[in-house]
T-cell receptor
């Protein structure tokens, strides 16, 4: 059974720092992995999608990597800003058309 | 293109009632999935539809059901509501062409009293 774990559960850093969020999954048989952002009381915004055959994807200050063999993905945020404060969720998409979710990392960027 | 839309955005219901939530996918997307989000359980998969057929269903009781129409719009129904059904219900749509990237709507906040 696929399980997704995110560490840490919460993170508070000063503005301007570079940071890394971690996601691990137990079964390498995934179709893709997506990182999402969720602001309080809101829906989910897709940040990056990495296909199972890819190693990394970049969008602006965000870089996500995928190591299927070790069951790990990281989301790197460069030069963090207070507007980056949110909960970040990773999810793996399986061949049976469902996303399995991590519990999220709550990120606070202090001005 | 317009994004995924969900109606209503907020609902308050009483235990024992039933509720129907609606989701309109991005134009051209034929896959629609539903997820429940609660503080205790996080995000959990309810079901997925493609071309009016349910392809997969999560581990929820039979009180939770759904359907998809020929225009790809989807509805989910919860009968005999329980307090524990209070949650944010999220709908996602995706294209079947390669990436299966999931695009989410804003969700429906259901409160059961």
């Amino acid at each position: 059974k696929q399980e997704v774990t995110q560490i840490p559960a919460a993170l508070s850093v000063p503005e301007g720092e570079n940071l890394v969020l971690n996601c691990s999954f137990t079964d390498s048989a995934i179709y893709n992995l997506q990182w999402f952002r969720q602001d309080p009381g809101k829906g989910l915004t897709s940040l990056l999608l990495i296909q199972s055959s890819q190693r990394e994807q970049t969008s602006g200050r965000l870089n996500a990597s995928l190591d299927k063999s070790s069951g790990r993905s990281t989301l790197y945020i460069a030069a963090s800003q207070p507007g980056d404060s949110a909960t970040y969720l990773c999810a793996v998409f399986l061949s049976n058309y469902q996303l399995i979710w991590g519990a999220g990392t709550k990120l606070i960027i202090k001005p | 293109k317009a994004g995924v839309t969900q109606t209503p955005r907020y609902l308050i219901k009483t235990r024992g009632q039933q509720v129907t939530l609606s989701c309109s996918p991005i134009s051209g997307h034929r896959s629609v999935s539903w997820y429940q989000q609660t503080p205790g359980q996080g995000l959990q998969f309810l079901f997925e539809y493609f071309s009016e057929t349910q392809r997969n269903k999560g581990n929820f009781p039979g009180r939770f059901s759904g359907r998809q129409f020929s225009n790809s719009r989807s509805e989910m129904n919860v009968s005999t509501l329980e307090l524990g059904d209070s949650a944010l219900y999220l709908c996602a749509s995706s294209s079947e062409e390669g990436r299966y990237e999931q695009y989410f709507g804003p969700g429906t906040r259901l409160t059961v009293t």
